[in-house]
């Protein structure tokens, strides 16, 4: 199976800043990778898909980006509305697998 | 717009069943790829099955720790997914969603307790 190291596990963070949030895959799994926003007590939230395309209705400060094996979510100039989890997924091939996510929280 | 709803959820014992249903709206389901993902604070999120789309005459896939315990199943006249549950377990306590083309539409989740 495909494993999907994702860190920090926790980003404390100031509005205004600059974050990132990255997962490692353990095998090639091209650009077939996804991240999600989710809020507490919601499902989780299509924000960006082939690893750098920002999905319909996504804010512009929001990118992802590839470097190797490593995937990156980057959000330009934090705002209160951004504070969530965020999980990114491989979906390459079957078992399709998860990130263990990452709380962005208010420093 | 597009609408995904699961319902079927509930309190049930171990070794008992459990069908959840996806009802769905807003977009082509017929061609759709859906998925039952599932989230517990244990193990985060799990992807635990996909069924494609008639052109692939329905085929489907598993995660290991649900094969032979459940099934999934779509009614394309319904636009909607099944997720038949049997022999569960303690472990199968999560909040259930199921997702469409692809992962890119959510429902709003179910719950399902496996308890004594």
């Known amino acids: 199976d495909i494993q999907m190291t994702q860190s920090p596990s926790s980003l404390p963070a100031s509005l205004g800043d600059r974050v990132t949030i990255t997962c490692r895959a353990s095998?090639?799994?091209?650009?077939?990778l996804r991240w999600f926003q989710q809020k507490p007590g919601k499902s989780p939230r299509l924000m960006i898909y082939?690893?750098?395309n920002l999905a319909a209705g996504v804010p512009s400060r929001f990118s992802g980006s590839r470097s190797g094996s490593d995937y990156s979510l980057t959000i330009s100039s934090l705002e209160s509305e951004d504070m969530a989890d965020y999980y990114c997924?491989?979906?390459?091939?079957?078992?399709?697998?998860f990130g263990s996510g990452t709380k962005l929280e208010i420093k | 717009e597009v609408q995904l709803m699961e319902t079927g959820g509930g309190l049930v014992q171990p070794g008992k069943s459990l069908k959840l249903t996806c009802a769905t709206s807003?977009?082509?389901?017929?061609?759709?790829?859906m998925n039952w993902v599932r989230q517990s604070p244990e193990k985060g999120l799990e992807w635990i099955a996909r069924?494609?789309?008639?052109?692939?005459?329905?085929?489907?896939e598993y995660a290991e720790s649900v094969k032979g315990r459940f099934t999934i199943s779509r009614d394309d006249s319904k636009s909607s997914i099944y997720l038949q549950m049997n022999s569960l377990k303690e472990e199968d306590t999560a909040t259930y969603y199921c997702?469409?083309?692809?992962?890119?539409?959510w429902g709003q989740g179910v719950m399902v307790t496996v308890s004594s």
């Open positions: 997702t469409g083309n692809y992962f890119d539409y």
């Open positions: 807003g977009f082509t389901f017929s061609t759709a790829w």
């Open positions: 069924i494609k789309p008639k052109s692939t005459n329905y085929a489907t």
């Open positions: 095998q090639d799994i091209g650009n077939y």
């Open positions: 082939g690893a750098t």
């Open positions: 997924l491989q979906s390459k091939e079957s078992p399709f697998t």
